[in-house]
């Protein structure tokens, strides 16, 4: 497909779409069009973030003990209801929602699992840091009575998967499987403009992002690699970036290549990242842009989930990278062994 000046997502979707399957309704890219209007919900609200009451905690915790931040809340409500009107989707699951709502309205529809990320990095808001909302869809059997076991699936599974950056400029990343594209929002037009196609991650970069601070728990093998990264052991010089919200933690690794790192620690001893709407989706996205997504023994699209709410370790970044970690944990699995 020849994408042309002034491609929106939604028609560069479609045309994907009927590349692969002729006889394509359109339906997905309706869904992906709910996704994007909640996007730029929630992009003009954290825009304006300051200007109007959008700004602190709602005062109230939520599933996972973690402080609900008004534009939490808000983008919640916002993918909510944009994506529980559009008609074929029938499952939706998120950071802040216990449980998977269900929005089927006809027993014949709801052929979509959409789970989110609304606001990813939220802490990073009232200090007017980028933020993100990351989506995975899953497809879902329309007879399904068991709406745990529609949004259950393992990562290899996700039919789509990406993100919404609330950067410098507001940028949507997504795959279907077929290569990794990037959309810029015109705010003059209001859409979501093809601006980086065919998106490659390089196969190695000059940055290593991690939260450093829990480096006196992290497993020993990871020690080993951090050391050997810091150290410049192969004549290369690595430097640190860590902005502390995974979607432009991820984006930029995505762009310039290095390592994201999120390993096991004291606190978090299967990791902090949520595996079904943070791990999953940025795995995706990693791989279909010839990088690698692990939880430093396994790939993560090929974890099967135990619950919504699960979180697991996540490495993720270019082939290289990716490739020496590997080797460090296997060398620790022999010496163990
Ligand atoms: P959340 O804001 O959706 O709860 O996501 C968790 C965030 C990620 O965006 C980021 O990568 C990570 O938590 C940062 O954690 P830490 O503050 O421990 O470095
Ligand atoms: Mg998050």
Redesign the pocket.
């Known amino acids: 497909m020849q994408p042309s000046l002034g491609t929106t997502a939604e028609q560069h979707i479609l045309l994907q779409q009927r590349e692969s399957f002729p006889d394509a309704s359109g339906e997905f890219s309706w869904l992906l069009s709910g996704i994007t209007l909640a996007c730029k919900i929630v992009g003009a609200a954290v825009r304006r973030a300051g200007l109007v009451d959008v700004l602190g905690a709602t005062g109230d915790t939520n599933v996972?003990g973690?402080v609900v931040q008004k534009l939490?809340h808000y983008a919640n409500e916002a993918l909510l209801s944009c994506l529980g009107n559009r008609g074929n989707v029938g499952v939706l699951a998120s950071?802040e929602n216990e449980e998977p709502v269900v929005v089927i309205k006809d027993a014949n529809h709801g052929k979509y699992v959409v789970i989110f990320?609304p606001?990813?990095?939220?802490?990073?808001i009232d200090v007017n840091i980028n933020?993100?909302t990351?989506f995975s869809i899953l497809r879902r059997d329309p007879n399904s009575k068991d709406p745990q076991g529609d949004v259950l699936q393992p990562g290899y599974k996700q039919i789509a998967a990406g993100y919404v950056l609330y950067g410098s400029s507001t940028m949507l990343v997504y795959t279907t499987g077929q290569g990794v594209n990037g959309f810029t929002l015109d705010p003059s037009i209001g859409a979501f403009l093809l601006s980086h196609p065919n998106i490659r991650m390089p196969e190695r970069g000059k940055q290593y992002s991690?939260?450093e601070?829990?480096a006196e728990s992290f497993p020993e093998y990871f020690r080993r690699f951090l050391y050997w990264f810091k150290s410049g052991a192969d004549g290369s010089a690595y430097t640190s970036r860590?902005?502390?919200?995974?979607?432009?933690?991820f984006h930029r690794t995505l762009l310039k290549g290095g390592i994201?790192l999120?390993p096991p620690?004291a606190?978090?001893p299967s990791g902090?990242?949520?595996l079904m709407y943070?791990a999953n989706p940025i795995g995706f996205v990693a791989e279909q842009a010839g990088g690698i997504a692990t939880d430093g023994h396994q790939r993560i699209l090929d974890i099967k989930p135990s619950s919504l709410h699960q979180r697991v370790p996540l490495m993720v970044g270019s082939k290289y990278e990716m490739e020496l970690l590997q080797r460090f944990a296997e060398q620790d699995k022999n010496r163990a062994g």
Request: hydrophobic share 30%; net charge negative.
């Open positions: 996972q973690e939490d950071e990320d606001l990813d990095g939220s802490g990073n933020v993100g990351i991690l939260n601070s829990n860590y902005v502390g919200s995974l979607v432009a933690d994201f999120y620690t606190k978090n902090k990242l949520r943070e």
